[in-house]
T-cell receptor, first 111, second 117 residues
Framework: AQRVTQPEKLLSVFKGAPVELKCNYS??????LFWYVQYSRQRLQLLLR??SRESIKGFTADLNKGETSFHLKKPFAQEEDSAMYYC?????????????FGTGTRLKVLA | DTGVSQDPRHKITKRGQNVTFRCDPI?????LYWYRQTLGQGPEFLTY????????KSRLLSDRFSAERPKGSFSTLEIQRTEQGDSAMYLC?????FGTGSNQPQHFGDGTRLSIL
């Protein structure tokens, strides 16, 4: 079955602490993985895409095919990082472009 | 370009009524998607268009749901005989892609929140 699992509904960290938002997936094939973020009263927006291998707003994510994981990390959390984070996968090369989303993790960065 | 636009932002209706939502994608995007999101869940895929062709539909899309993209630009999603369980946020997204395996990331609209009384 195709599935994305985000085990934590809520993650609270203090400002300046490291952050790791977990994402595990189940997919038969080679999916494309994404992290989307939704700030308060804003629309979903792309944060990271695994094939880009970029660092956006200090966040990075590495695709681990062996562990089927795509965890999102940031070494020093900022208050403005507080938001809802969704991990998503797409079939990409297999020709299906729909996204399968996880249930999301709310990140709260405390002052 | 203001991004993906959805109308209305909110819709309140009585059970049994029909509702229609509109989505205007980013102008050069050829792919358009509809998702539904309920409280505490991530968005769930409903259907997707490439230009005017509806290429994939989820099992979530019952016979009461129909989507169109008549000229390959804007899209409408209609729900007939609404039920309490239809209450959700309906999200539209668009992307640009050519051929198998080629797809830029999806851009999302603000969504239409549907409430069934």
């Amino acid at each position: 079955a195709q599935r994305v699992t985000q085990p934590e509904k809520l993650l609270s960290v203090f400002k300046g602490a490291p952050v790791e938002l977990k994402c595990n997936y189940s997919y038969s094939g080679s999916p494309e993985l994404f992290w989307y973020v939704q700030y308060s009263r804003q629309r979903l927006q792309l944060l990271l895409r695994h094939i880009s291998r970029e660092s956006i707003k200090g966040f990075t994510a590495d695709l681990n095919k062996g562990e089927t994981s795509f965890h999102l990390k940031k070494p020093f959390a900022q208050e403005e990082d507080s938001a809802m984070y969704y991990c998503a996968l797409s079939g990409g090369a297999s020709g299906t472009y729909k996204y399968i989303f996880g249930t999301g993790t709310r990140l709260k960065v405390l002052a | 370009d203001t991004g993906v636009s959805q109308d209305p932002r909110h819709k309140i209706t009585k059970r049994g009524q029909n509702v229609t939502f509109r989505c205007d994608p980013i102008s050069e995007h050829n792919r358009l998607y509809w998702y539904r999101q309920t409280l505490g869940q991530g968005p769930e895929f409903l259907t997707y268009f490439q230009n005017e062709a509806q290429l994939e539909k989820s099992r979530l899309l019952s016979d009461r749901f129909s989507a169109e993209r008549p000229k390959g630009s804007f899209s409408t999603l209609e729900i007939q005989r609404t039920e309490q369980g239809d209450s959700a946020m309906y999200l539209c997204a668009s992307s640009l892609g050519f051929g198998t395996g080629s797809n830029q990331p999806q851009h999302f609209g603000d969504g239409t929140r549907l409430s069934i009384l």
